[in-house]
């Protein structure tokens, strides 16, 4: 299973005026996607700091991520961390300018042309019909922190990053976490290779906990459904889905 | 500034099972409050890996928070990794477990019992009207995944990371720092948390030398005022601001 790394890059999420919603977004389409997402890094706008946290990602998983950084303005200072990096000039792409203009159909501005500004020997990763391409230095992927922006480039490249994707089953239950932890504990030295959540919910009406099953085997997951069923009594069960 | 680093303990949130909304909620609080989140980092439940950052940014920050990993289930390892961080053992604390009796007013089952352990030598920290206190092991606090368990136990405790800003009084002075500077020891002898700056100026027309007294007290940085003001002479101050 390919693993991957998330570092969110901004003063805006660790000063609390901007709430993240591209981790939650990316955890969600690489576990469907079967990649085993390791680690969500969020750090200040440093191009050290992001040249040393990319760096360190970038050996110790298949894909890194990267949200954020990226535009026009002083703090601005993705590309050149991550140029960083990995000992490289950052350098005009006159590809980037040119999809820039024949975007707007005029020539770009002083601010535009910083725009592609990237580290040398960046591969631009064609995305569907983007006007800016997928920036890509060996594994990392450069993506801006604007939601929308974000999304449609994933999703235009996110095929090259399918893995062999778990099976999920949820079972909502009525009873509370500690009634149930010795049967939990009980099915997993039967299932060792489940991956098996608990999760308490307080203000739900109908259950109180969440209980996820994965495995990437739907014979093996769907006997381990049927083990964990059998070891809780049926009115206990809200539902399974 | 005092800072922090916020770890989050979950493979639910590296999944895209569940969306984080402590980062969130903490990087606001803790902006409200003048302290400096300086790192927001997602790992999975695994012992080592939990110690491993847990110690380092017990090293790197004033103040760290984890939330998540808190339970009477399999995957809550989150105390046992804080105690390996710093070498304790994980022990039973009696003092949680009368708590939880006394809430329920029956005894405490096998699961519940799973939930008093902590790492040795904790500090528990009352919070309220909490049965469950926060636990905290150096200067690292110890914080539940369940957003609303989170927030109440927080705001219990929020006071104590208060960063309090430094007050400050200038005196602007006509006379020369060497006439002065018997007068300044007698103070810091009256008042020895003051922090007291002294600046000759060369070129200006108006005084000599600039006096800042700092506190984060304001009565005490008011008394020192008043101590410095009737050791000069009225007309040997230009104005005080």
Known sequence: MPTAGLLVIGNEILSGKVVDTNSPYLAKELRALGVDLVRILTIADEVDLIAAETRAMSEAYDFVFTSGGIGPTHDDLTM???????????????????????????????????????????????????????????????????????????LSIRERFRGQPFLLKRVYVKMRESDIAPSLNELLVEFPDLLLGSYPRIGERDYHVLLTLESRDEAYLGRALEGLLARLPAEGIHKVE
């Open 80 to 154: 050149d961390g991550i140029a960083k990096a990995f000992g490289r000039k950052v350098v005009l792409s006159e590809a980037i300018v040119a999809r820039i203009e024949r975007a707007q159909g005029k020539p770009a501005n002083e601010s535009q042309r910083k725009m592609g500004l990237i580290p040398e020997g960046a591969l631009l990763m064609d995305a569907g019909d983007l006007w800016f391409p997928v920036v890509v230095v060996e594994n990392v992927h450069i993506f801006p922190g604007i939601p929308e922006l974000l999304q449609k480039k994933f």
